[in-house]
């Protein structure tokens, strides 16, 4: 991809995995929660976004097949990674801290206890967890490319 393309869509890919927690703490967590956090991926595989974690399993394949160099795969990895933090960034300023949306539905404690939860765990923990969840996102994007129709991507994810 051009590098401006790939800079919107990794910026793009960041909002979109942003909003799926903004509305999974929106809506307390929970079953509820887990039943929207995925809104997010689903919006990344609907519009092409470039993820990192889905980048990470199509590039090293492309890679190691011979497709891509090495030195595009670097460059795809680092802008979608970079963008991708910065597109949440403005996510969580304009539509959660600017809004006050989360504290006016009243799920402030919420955020700062998940918060204080996962940062108070050993580095080995969320390192692993961090591969597990990224395992997990890659299959789902496999899948999702799998499928013929809308409702088998989203089904999928």
Not at 45 to 60: I, K, P, W
Not at 69 to 83: E, Q
Not at 99 to 109: I, K, M, Q, Y
Not at 114 to 120: D, G, P, R
Request: net charge neutral; glycine share 12%.
């Amino acid at each position: 991809l051009p590098l401006n393309l790939l800079m919107v869509q990794s910026t793009m890919a960041g909002v979109y995995i942003a909003m799926g927690g903004h509305l999974y703490l929106a809506v307390g967590g929970g079953i509820i929660g887990a039943a929207v956090f995925p809104t997010g991926l689903i919006a990344v595989v609907l519009t092409s976004a470039e993820l990192f974690t889905g980048d990470a399993l199509v590039f090293v394949a492309s890679v190691l097949g011979g497709k891509v160099s090495f030195g595009k795969l670097m460059r795809n990895w680092a802008v979608s990674w970079i963008m991708n933090f910065a597109g949440s960034l403005l996510w969580a300023f304009l539509l959660s801290y600017a809004s006050n949306s989360l504290e006016d539905l009243g799920r402030a404690d919420l955020v700062v206890k998940i918060a204080l939860k996962k940062a108070n765990q050993p580095w080995g923990h969320i390192f692993l967890k961090g591969i597990g969840a990224n395992f997990l996102v890659c299959v789902g994007v496999w899948q999702a490319t799998c499928a013929e129709e809308v409702a088998g991507e989203k089904l999928a994810l």
